[in-house]
């Protein structure tokens, strides 16, 4: 999972993405201070053997 975190003078925002992809092309559509985090969980089992 991917979340964008945005920082605003008035309030801060969290949006969540299933791609990288996805998020990136969201990152760039946002205008504010903005930090592009990927969320790894430990039982994901889609990450064995990473």
Same mark, same amino acid.
């Given at each position: 999972?991917?979340? $964008?975190?945005?920082?605003?003078?008035?309030? $801060?925002?969290?949006?969540?993405?299933?791609?990288?992809?996805?998020?990136?092309?969201?990152?760039?559509?946002?205008?504010?201070?903005? $930090?592009?985090?990927?969320? $790894?969980?430990?039982?994901?089992?889609?990450?064995?053997?990473?």
């Amino acid at each position: 999972m991917w979340v $964008i975190t945005v920082h605003s003078k008035d309030h $801060i925002q969290v949006f969540e993405f299933d791609t990288e992809k996805e998020a990136k092309e969201a990152l760039a559509d946002i205008q504010d201070y903005k $930090i592009l985090t990927e969320i $790894i969980y430990f039982n994901d089992e889609s990450l064995v053997g990473l």
